[in-house]
């Protein structure tokens, strides 16, 4: 969901961009991560193997109006670090025990 729409109108409780997985067996919906302040959630692909999923995080910081702040670049978000700008990055995920994901 892109920013101008995040947090407004029918969207204003919904919070931080996020990413859900469904189970099509049972119907069950479930958030499987939430995205820094500002953010868009995109780019979901996984490995042949399934054990390594990569998700992109793009312009976090971003407010619905304008683009981050140059006098106040930590205003919105810090990410990823905590500290200065906020940067876009792709983030791997991997399941602790190595398995694959969704299983």
């Not at 099509?24 to 193997?49: H, N, S």
């Not at 971003?62 to 930590?74: H, I, K, L, Q, V």
Request: hydrophobic letters at 35%; one cysteine or more; charged letters at 20%.
């Amino acid at each position: 969901m892109s920013t101008s729409t995040l947090n407004h109108g029918d969207y204003a409780r919904l919070g931080n961009n996020m990413m859900l997985a469904a189970d099509p067996t049972t119907g069950e919906v479930r958030r499987f991560l939430t995205g820094p302040g500002g953010c868009e959630i995109t780019g979901v692909i996984a490995t042949p193997d399934g054990r390594t999923m990569f998700v992109n995080i793009q312009h976090p910081g971003e407010t619905a109006r304008e683009r981050s702040d140059p006098a106040r670049p930590t205003a919105v978000s810090a990410w990823p670090n905590g500290a200065g700008r906020p940067r876009s990055a792709t983030i791997a995920i991997r399941k602790r025990d190595g398995g694959v994901i969704g299983a």
